[in-house]
């Protein structure tokens, strides 16, 4: 078995969550690396729905999870998600650690945040005003507060109201404050500061550590590639590295220690908030894939856009992570269908472009070039087994395969632990072995 590293490999929303639940037992680890509460996994045990937003999926197991320096925390939204996880009979403590790294969110950054999307005249990304991307900002501005610093009881203080000023300052010139009481803040991030001072560690340090003793790390990644800052359909993205790259950035390995990189997709495309998406499908046809994937944000409940499965896209997902393994999921979601188109290529101008456009009103403007696949018309939910799957449904599998070189390994059709096709003989169901 193997460190591995679980990616999206589209906008987001691809179902990680369950995937790593599933095969997290597996696993002595489950660390993250990147984004903050505006990223949820939902996970669904019998009976029980978990919904995860800042803690690694693997504490549903009883396995260690690391919240990396890459991730950026609002400490009472982390302080919520233990104590419901407790309340569902969940053991936290003792399993999970936080980077003193770790970059912590303010009320000034949700503050920020929605001034700045409803500032008039700017191209709206779409983002959930959670204070994510105002957070990583100061953190590269070199003017952030980490967890080293919240629990630093001498020095916190100081840091803490110089910041709070900085932004009163930048608020009323903009003319967008909304009052605060600077004191009364500072008092309740200290009493953060020492609820969860017992998870806080140098997480770089554990991590390698437990390598070296011999323990399995599963990474988990948060969002999807075409969301990162780097390679993703810029500006509309997050603000940190959702791709490969950013397991080593967010959690200080080496490259060297991800023995695989398992790539998620589902079986058609979605995504939230602005920005391009060549193959969105809109009015009746976009609400039915909608309703019958009932795709709507784990966090923030907005319907997400919807539209076919992207071929040009997931390439460029693959080069940018090199993916071992590739996972399909909601494979069932297209049950309904007679045929199912494929994007292919992409026309700009009336000429074929081969690869991924980096201006957003160049890539908003392509024309998508579609094969039609036959669809299989009947249910696959819950199935377990490959050779269950109607032909039509190996069929669109197989081409989707051999158009991306990239094994499937993996197939969900459902979204229990057990409605998931784990293919004998691949590369994903090796590094369970």
């Given at each position: 078995?193997?460190?591995?590293?679980?990616?999206?490999?589209?906008?987001g929303?691809?179902?990680?969550?369950?995937?790593?639940?599933?095969?997290?037992?597996?696993?002595?680890?489950?660390?993250?690396?990147?984004?903050?509460?505006?990223a949820?996994?939902?996970?669904?045990?019998?009976?029980?729905?978990?919904?995860?937003?800042?803690?690694?999926?693997g504490?549903?197991?009883?396995?260690?999870?690391?919240?990396?320096?890459?991730?950026?925390v609002?400490?009472?939204?982390?302080?919520?998600?233990?104590?419901?996880?407790e309340?569902?009979?969940?053991?936290?403590?003792?399993?999970?650690?936080?980077?003193?790294?770790a970059?912590?969110?303010?009320?000034?950054?949700?503050?920020?945040?929605?001034?700045?999307e409803?500032?008039?005249?700017?191209?709206k990304?779409?983002?959930?005003?959670?204070?994510?991307?105002?957070?990583?900002?100061?953190?590269?501005g070199?003017?952030g507060?980490?967890?080293?610093?919240?629990?630093?009881?001498?020095?916190?203080?100081e840091?803490?109201?110089?910041?709070?000023?900085?932004?009163?300052?930048?608020?009323?010139?903009l003319?967008?404050?909304?009052?605060?009481?600077?004191?009364?803040?500072?008092?309740?991030?200290?009493?953060?500061a020492?609820q969860?001072?017992?998870?806080?560690?140098?997480?770089?340090?554990?991590?390698n550590?437990?390598?070296?003793?011999?323990?399995?790390?599963?990474?988990?990644?948060?969002?999807?590639?075409?969301?990162?800052?780097?390679?993703?359909?810029?500006?509309?993205?997050?603000?940190?590295?959702?791709?490969?790259?950013?397991?080593?950035?967010?959690l200080?390995?080496?490259?060297?220690?991800?023995?695989?990189?398992?790539?998620?997709?589902?079986?058609?495309?979605?995504?939230?908030?602005?920005?391009?998406?060549?193959?969105?499908?809109?009015?009746?046809?976009?609400?039915?894939?909608?309703?019958?994937?009932?795709?709507?944000?784990?966090?923030?409940?907005?319907?997400?856009?919807?539209?076919?499965?992207?071929?040009?896209?997931?390439?460029?997902?693959?080069?940018?992570?090199?993916?071992?393994?590739?996972?399909?999921?909601?494979?069932?979601?297209?049950?309904?269908?007679?045929?199912?188109?494929?994007?292919?290529?992409?026309?700009?101008?009336?000429?074929?472009?081969?690869f991924?456009?980096?201006?957003?009103?160049?890539?908003?403007a392509?024309?998508?070039?579609?094969?039609?696949?036959?669809?299989?018309?009947?249910?696959?939910?819950?199935i377990?087994?490959?050779?269950?799957?109607?032909?039509a449904a190996?069929?669109?599998?197989?081409?989707?395969?051999?158009?991306?070189?990239v094994?499937?390994?993996?197939?969900?059709?459902?979204?229990?632990?057990?409605?998931?096709?784990?293919?004998?003989?691949s590369?994903?169901?090796?590094?369970?072995?």
């Amino acid at each position: 078995m193997a460190n591995i590293a679980v990616l999206g490999a589209q906008w987001g929303d691809e179902g990680k969550g369950k995937i790593v639940d599933l095969i997290a037992d597996r696993f002595d680890v489950v660390a993250r690396s990147s984004g903050g509460h505006n990223a949820g996994h939902t996970v669904k045990v019998g009976d029980q729905k978990f919904i995860l937003s800042l803690i690694p999926t693997g504490i549903l197991r009883g396995k260690k999870g690391i919240i990396g320096n890459g991730l950026v925390v609002d400490p009472a939204a982390l302080l919520r998600e233990i104590k419901t996880l407790e309340g569902l009979g969940i053991t936290v403590k003792g399993n999970l650690f936080i980077s003193h790294r770790a970059h912590v969110i303010f009320p000034y950054h949700r503050m920020m945040e929605r001034a700045s999307e409803d500032t008039p005249g700017k191209v709206k990304i779409g983002t959930t005003s959670r204070g994510i991307g105002p957070c990583y900002e100061d953190k590269i501005g070199r003017r952030g507060i980490r967890f080293a610093e919240l629990l630093d009881t001498a020095g916190f203080p100081e840091r803490f109201r110089a910041a709070a000023e900085e932004k009163n300052i930048i608020a009323t010139a903009l003319n967008i404050h909304e009052p605060w009481d600077i004191e009364a803040i500072l008092k309740e991030y200290q009493d953060y500061a020492e609820q969860l001072r017992p998870y806080v560690t140098d997480t770089i340090y554990l991590v390698n550590q437990l390598i070296r003793q011999g323990e399995k790390v599963l990474f988990e990644g948060a969002q999807g590639t075409m969301l990162d800052i780097d390679h993703g359909t810029y500006p509309y993205l997050t603000s940190s590295n959702a791709t490969v790259g950013g397991v080593c950035t967010g959690l200080g390995v080496s490259p060297m220690l991800i023995d695989g990189v398992v790539g998620i997709a589902k079986a058609y495309a979605t995504r939230v908030g602005g920005g391009p998406f060549a193959t969105e499908l809109l009015g009746d046809a976009g609400n039915a894939l909608r309703n019958a994937g009932n795709e709507f944000g784990t966090v923030t409940g907005r319907p997400r856009r919807c539209g076919w499965f992207d071929l040009p896209l997931m390439n460029y997902a693959h080069n940018v992570n090199h993916l071992t393994t590739l996972v399909i999921t909601k494979l069932d979601v297209l049950d309904y269908l007679e045929t199912i188109p494929v994007c292919v290529a992409y026309k700009y101008k009336g000429e074929k472009l081969d690869f991924m456009p980096a201006l957003p009103e160049v890539y908003e403007a392509v024309v998508p070039v579609y094969e039609e696949r036959p669809g299989w018309h009947c249910s696959t939910a819950g199935i377990r087994e490959y050779d269950q799957l109607p032909q039509a449904a190996k069929d669109y599998i197989s081409y989707l395969e051999g158009q991306l070189e990239v094994e499937i390994g993996c197939i969900s059709t459902g979204p229990e632990r057990d409605e998931t096709i784990i293919r004998r003989g691949s590369k994903f169901a090796g590094f369970l072995a």
